[in-house]
């Protein structure tokens, strides 16, 4: 049996609506799968009431972007009360920054001479809507040829149309995810540091502010990167998670649940992580 804890659907910038994913997670075998979406909940009803039609364990999660001195962090949070006022009225504030950042890209692309409106946005999702959803349309209008070359560019950070997300503080994330109920993993953390030199400070502080854990499995880390982060978690007294970062048939070269080639996730890490939820 596998597990995956971090995933993400049409909520997001996922391929899969919350359903779909869950029903793809039975036919791969996947006992426990999260859904975390990045910077909404708006998904995690359908995905509750899926788990419980299909039998399977699901985690009500989210991925919330933030910050931390130079750093620009991904924090998931865990057993979330998904319907937690506080939570709603944080989120809608980051979502309205969102909003701007993605009305300042399209005013980017008007200096080129590509004309995206707000209202092409729209018919790309139905939660969130961000940078892969402007490469969609890019490649649609005959643009770039695929979404990576939308990135690479116009839309990452050295492109031509590129803008800086405004994000919350991580202590200020880590304390809305636990007062909504939930435990805070810092994502992809190897992604931050290669060199792995100034991470163990980073997380010291984060774990100051309440962080629980890290993902130490994850599609980009090798397997020295792996060690070395189970072995600071370890030190640091903090828990472990592993996920796929799964979007569906858009930049997912690692299958929901992982593989052998590619990543898998102890599944005694989710019943660890369980005990702090209970």
């Known amino acids: 049996m596998r597990i995956d804890l971090h995933t993400h659907s049409t909520f997001s910038d996922g391929t899969l609506s919350p359903r779909e994913l869950v029903r793809l997670a039975v036919k791969r075998s996947v006992s426990a799968l999260a859904l975390t979406d990045h910077d909404t909940t708006q998904g995690l009803p359908d995905f509750l009431s899926a788990g419980e039609h299909y039998g399977i364990e699901v985690v009500p999660g989210i991925e919330i972007s933030t910050r ?72 649609e209008r005959g643009v770039v040829k695929t979404i990576q070359e939308g990135f690479v560019r116009f839309l990452r950070r050295g492109g031509s149309a590129f803008v800086e997300q405004e994000r919350p503080e991580a202590d200020k994330v880590i304390a809305m995810i636990k007062e909504a109920g939930g435990i805070a993993f810092l994502a992809h953390p190897g992604s931050l540091d290669p060199s792995m030199k100034t991470l163990p400070g980073l997380i010291n502080e984060l774990k100051n502010f309440g962080l629980a854990g890290i993902e130490a499995y994850y599609p980009s880390h090798s397997p020295s990167t792996s060690r070395f982060l189970k072995k600071l978690a370890g030190e640091l007294n903090l828990l472990i998670s592993g996920g796929t970062d799964f979007h569906g048939e858009f930049g997912s070269n690692t299958p929901l649940g992982g593989s052998a080639a590619t990543v898998t996730v102890p599944p005694e890490i989710w019943e660890t992580m369980k005990n702090l939820l209970q």
Do not use: C, M
């Not at 950042?101 to 969130?128: E, P, T, V, Y």
């Open 68 to 139: 931390h001195r130079e750093y620009s962090l991904h924090v998931l949070g865990y057993g979330i009360r998904h319907n937690s006022g506080a939570l709603e009225n944080s989120l809608e504030k980051i979502q309205a920054a969102r909003k701007e950042r993605n009305h300042k890209i399209l005013a980017k692309l008007q200096d080129f001479d590509i004309d995206i409106s707000s209202q092409d946005l729209a018919g790309q999702g139905i939660g969130q809507i961000g940078r892969p959803h402007i490469a969609r349309v890019l490649v």
